[in-house]
């Protein structure tokens, strides 16, 4: 099992406050994918890094692959209560035909 | 009717129960996907299924038997589960494009096992 861990598990701040979250593995990934979902329903891909060291800008949300493909990080500014939900993390290899998804981080934003 | 669609959303059954879930998807999409997901626990993938033909099934115990009887429709069929089988089923579909395994879930089927 390829296991992508994220952190933190859970995140609770107040609106217009910056986040990051972070996925971390000890392997490398050619692509790696974030997702978010809201309660009661299915994960929404927000969007897929494939080069190492990419930078990404999705209006207030930054998402970042690390150098070597092992690691992702989203940066959030100035967050409001709409980001609230579950963020995943999911690598794709090589060869494999799906994808590994992270342990995920639960962030609410207070209004 | 866009994107995918799963159904019932809710299920209450006894472990004595047979039930399926349906999922449909309308993107054209030749990879669908079952998934568990658990309380406290990662995504966990169940079944993927590549053009019509099952290609990974993780371990899963037989009480869970999937059908793909066409691109467009994914079944999971249940028969005498447990209680600790109660979690949210998220069926999800996906097009290669470049490498990428992109993938478009439905909303869920909630499940209890009483």
């Known amino acids: 099992t390829q296991l992508l861990e994220q952190s933190p598990q859970f995140l609770s701040i107040q609106e217009g406050e910056n986040l990051t979250v972070y996925c971390n593995s000890s392997?490398?990934?050619?692509?790696l994918q974030w997702y978010r979902q809201e309660p009661g329903e299915g994960p929404v891909l927000l969007v897929t890094?494939?080069?190492?060291?990419e930078v990404k800008k999705l209006k207030r949300l930054t998402f970042q692959f690390g150098d070597a493909r092992k690691d992702s990080s989203l940066h959030i500014t100035a967050a409001q209560p709409g980001d609230t939900g579950l963020y995943l993390c999911?690598?794709?290899?090589?060869?494999?035909?799906?994808?590994?998804f992270g342990t995920g981080t639960r962030l609410t934003v207070i209004p | 009717e866009t994107g995918v669609t799963q159904t019932p959303r809710h299920l209450v059954m006894g472990m004595t129960n047979k039930k399926s879930l349906k999922c449909e998807q309308h993107?054209?999409?030749?990879?669908m996907y079952w998934y568990k997901q658990s309380a406290k626990k990662p995504l966990e993938l169940m079944f993927v299924?590549?053009?019509?033909?099952?290609?990974e099934n993780n371990s899963v115990p037989s009480r869970f038997s999937p059908e793909c009887p066409n691109s467009s429709h994914l079944f999971l069929h249940l028969h005498t589960l447990q209680p600790e089988d109660s979690a949210l089923y998220l069926c999800?579909?996906?097009?290669?494009?470049?490498?990428?395994?992109?993938?478009?879930f439905g909303p869920g089927t909630r499940l209890t096992v009483t």
């Open positions: 999800a579909s996906s097009r290669l494009t470049g490498g990428l395994y992109e993938q478009y």
């Open positions: 392997s490398v990934f050619s692509s």
């Open positions: 890094v494939v080069t190492g060291g």
């Open positions: 999911a690598g794709e290899q090589t060869g494999a035909n799906n994808l590994f």
């Open positions: 993107l054209g999409h030749n990879a």
């Open positions: 299924y590549s053009l019509e033909e099952r290609v």
